[in-house]
Nanobody
Framework: VQLVESGGGLVQAGGSLRLSCAASGRTFGRIAMGWFRQAPGKEREFVAASGDSTRYADSVEGRFTISRDNAKNMVYLQMNSLKPEDTAVYYC?????????????????WGQGTQVTVSS
C-alpha cells in the first residue's frame, strides 16, 4: 500500500483544513486507516482512525472528522476550529487489518506527511 497525503498549509486559529490521503491497493475497503501527527521535538501521536469503528484522540474529538471513500481509495481528515497546538506534520497510515488502533506500531504503511501550521 502506498499513501500520499495532501491538503496541508497555513491557517489562522479557528480556521479549517481538509487533509486527503490517496491509497493504492485493491484491499482498501478491508483495512483500517489512521491519521497521526508529529510536532517538532515531540513523538508521533494518534489523531483519528477509521475501520471497524471510528476513534479520535481526546484532543481533537468534536473538532476533527475522519471519513473515507472506499470506491476512490481515499481517506480524509476534516479539521475545524484549529488551534496553534494542532501545528504538526500530519501522516496518513494504513494497517493490514480492519481493526482500528491508536498506536503507531500497529500500522504497516505510512505516507510522507503534510505540514499543518496554525497561527495564533
Amino acid at each position: 500500500v502506498q499513501l500520499v497525503e495532501s491538503g496541508g498549509g497555513l491557517v489562522q486559529a479557528g480556521g479549517s483544513l481538509r487533509l486527503s490521503c490517496a491509497a493504492s491497493g485493491r484491499t482498501f475497503g478491508r483495512i483500517a486507516m489512521g491519521w497521526f501527527r508529529q510536532a517538532p521535538g515531540k513523538e508521533r501521536e494518534f489523531v483519528a482512525a477509521s475501520g471497524d469503528s471510528t476513534r479520535y484522540a481526546d484532543s481533537v474529538e468534536g473538532r476533527f472528522t475522519i471519513s473515507r471513500d472506499n470506491a476512490k481509495n481515499m481517506v480524509y481528515l476534516q479539521m475545524n476550529s484549529l488551534k496553534p497546538e494542532d501545528t504538526a506534520v500530519y501522516y496518513c497510515a494504513a494497517r493490514a487489518s480492519i481493526v482500528v488502533g491508536s498506536t503507531t506500531s500497529l500500522y504497516n504503511y505510512w505516507g510522507q506527511g503534510t505540514q499543518v501550521t496554525v497561527s495564533s
